[in-house]
């Protein structure tokens, strides 16, 4: 029989390798069956206001991704934008060009712009639209702080951004002359001035008026020429920004962000000029990390990753070292901040069974919070108990009077013996009444050496 189990599996033996060969052939398929389809699939739409943020390029991510994989026919991105980060808008950029999903960046509402950062990612996306009463330009370099760059610096970025733009719109047929001057002279246009000089491909009032200009439109989606048809009578599905990308997108405001810097910096140094202190440190470093990844230093997972482990560190030091459930209380905090960093999987698996539910989360948050509270409680009246044990622990306790006190080989004391507890102690009694009895009560006031107590009447 052993030796038939034996052949049975080792006969089974070359199919894991067959099948792990087999899905290693299935991952090096070229992917370009995945281009969209003209005539099938939703048109996806996601709205980018405010600053260009990681949360931005996250956000820009995960739609291409959930669009490629549901084989849409288009994304469009509605941009109302005064600029941003130069990182984040670069790999936006790369995002678009390498999309196998058509994109068209849509300028608008009325009144809106796509300045800066912008510029970069209207022009690269395979159609550049925009609405009436809208602007575009203005794409010089500046600081953090809006300053102008100085000294070799500034030349050098400038040229950088020059030769991105041209770059883009070299690729995309679009106005080279122009992309130098947005940038070099910070030169902005209307729509009408830009789809004069080629700058867009169009102008929409709406989004109907938007699809409806599509049709018959082609584009080259990685070398591959796409047709646009029957673009009003598609599927619409608005891609909302995830819990995640909201808060990262507020954490990156500007002025947040340097928040975030000086909390660090303060919270870190007070924890080195008074060690111990614990909680300083403790906000110093959970800061430190959401400033890094407010200034995209450490990528969105990364920073999740780095806030999830810091959380399980602050939990094994409040077991070894507890301090009334501060370390626990930091690392409640830091994963909490790291789940909503790092998990983020109903945009990247696109199946909603796999969701993170954020009740889920805040409810176990608040029961290990309602747990900490309840431990430092109690460590709290462990504290403020009195000591039972010991000399300590012999104060103040009340007995009886086993042994007659009386005056002993001439001295002025009285001794006895008292039953404390069901022991019995050899005591003195200093006072001058009446000295004590069998069966009166004494309470104890001192523990002398060779453990003799001093009692006093109850």
């Known amino acids: 029989m052993i030796g038939r189990q034996s052949i049975f599996w080792s006969n089974l033996a070359p199919f894991p390798i067959i099948f792990f060969l087999l899905a290693l052939c299935a991952l090096l398929i070229p992917s370009s069956n995945l281009v969209a389809s003209t005539t099938g699939g939703a048109v996806f739409i996601i709205s980018i206001e405010g600053p260009i943020s ?262 094994v030091i409040e077991l070894m070292m507890p301090a009334f459930g501060v370390w626990g209380a930091a690392g409640l905090i830091s994963i909490v901040l790291g789940s909503i960093y790092l998990v983020d999987t109903d945009l990247v698996w696109g199946v909603g069974v796999f969701d993170v539910n954020m009740m889920m989360v805040g409810g176990v948050a608040l029961l290990v919070a309602l747990c900490l509270v309840a431990l430092a409680t109690v460590m709290a009246k462990a504290v403020r108990r009195q000591v039972m044990t010991g000399r300590e622990g012999l104060l103040n306790q009340v007995g009886e009077v086993a042994v007659d006190f009386s005056l002993t080989g001439g001295g002025d004391v009285a001794r006895g013996k008292v039953n404390i507890a069901g022991e019995l102690w050899a005591a003195e009694f200093l006072g001058e009444q009446a000295f004590p009895r069998v069966g009166d009560r004494v309470k104890i006031t001192a523990v002398r050496e060779g453990l003799r107590l001093t009692v006093e009447l109850v």
């Not at 022009?123 to 102008?148: E, F, K, N, R």
């Not at 030769?163 to 047929?173: D, T």
């Not at 929409?204 to 047709?227: F, I, M």
Request: net charge neutral; charged share 20%; glycine share 10%.
């Open 54 to 315: 990681p949360a931005s390029d996250d956000y820009l991510k995960t739609s291409l991704e959930r669009a490629e994989k549901e084989r849409a026919r288009v994304l469009i991105i509605k941009l109302n934008t005064p600029g941003g980060l130069l990182t984040s808008m670069q790999s936006m950029v790369q995002r678009l060009l390498e999309s196998r999903v058509p994109v068209v960046v849509y300028v608008s509402p009325s009144g809106g712009s796509a300045m800066s950062a912008g510029v970069f990612i209207t022009l690269a996306g395979h159609v550049a639209a925009m609405s009436p009463g809208t602007t575009i330009g203005a794409a010089h370099p500046v600081s953090g702080g809006g300053q102008d760059i100085g000294g070799d610096m500034r030349e050098k970025v400038e040229n950088f951004a020059v030769s991105l733009l041209k770059a883009i719109a070299e690729q995309r047929g679009r106005d080279v002359k122009w992309a130098e001057q947005a940038v070099r002279e910070s030169v902005a246009i209307t729509d009408r001035e830009a789809l004069e000089r080629k700058v867009i491909d169009l102008v929409a009032s709406d989004l109907e008026r938007l699809l409806k200009e599509l049709n018959g439109r082609t584009v080259s989606v990685r070398g591959v020429p796409t047709t646009f048809s029957e673009m009003e009578s598609a599927e619409r599905i608005v891609v909302e920004m995830s819990f995640k990308q909201r808060i990262v997108n507020i954490l990156a405001d500007p002025n947040i962000a340097i928040l975030l810097g000086m909390g660090a910096l303060l919270g870190i140094a007070i924890e080195l000029y008074h060690p111990g202190a614990f909680l300083p440190g403790i906000v110093g470093v959970i800061c430190l990390i959401l400033s890094l990844v407010a200034a995209q230093v450490l990528p969105i997972n990364y920073g999740g990753l780095a806030l999830f482990g810091l959380g399980i560190i602050f939990f």
